[in-house]
């Protein structure tokens, strides 16, 4: 499974950008498909997810602001993120696991991993 993320890139603060993540091979049924980010000497930090059925969830920082969504005829998931802020800028990730949504997003569950995309705010 590979995971190819785009989107990326150097905003001012309230600004938007749209993250897009491509599986492939992209046949499956159940999973939960993740985004995440990490700052430099941070931890990596699970944002959003979204499953087969397109159940979401987000962490609260993110809530209102950017919302995951997914075409699945198209293997993809997406984070559009809108009013974006200094405290945003870090490497993005989407990930996936072949199972259900841990709500508490732990990272260790997901195997499958994209190479990552940054996002700078200023």
């Known amino acids: 499974v590979q995971l190819v993320e785009s989107g990326g890139g150097s905003v001012q603060a309230g600004g938007s950008l749209r993250l897009t993540c491509t599986v492939s091979?992209?046949?499956?049924?159940?999973?939960?498909m993740g985004w995440f980010r990490q700052s430099p000497g941070m931890e990596r930090e699970g944002i959003a997810s979204i499953t087969y059925e397109g159940v979401t969830l987000y962490i609260d920082s993110v809530k209102g602001r950017f919302t995951i969504s997914q075409d699945i005829a198209k293997n993809t998931v997406y984070l559009q993120m809108d009013n974006l802020k200094p405290e945003d800028t870090a490497m993005y990730y989407c990930?996936?696991?072949?199972?259900?949504?841990?709500?508490?997003?732990?990272?260790?569950?997901?195997?499958?991993w994209g190479q990552g995309t940054q996002v700078t705010v200023s």
């Open positions: 990930a996936r696991r072949n199972a259900f949504c841990n709500p508490a997003l732990p990272s260790a569950e997901f195997a499958y």
């Open positions: 091979p992209g046949s499956f049924s159940r999973y939960c």
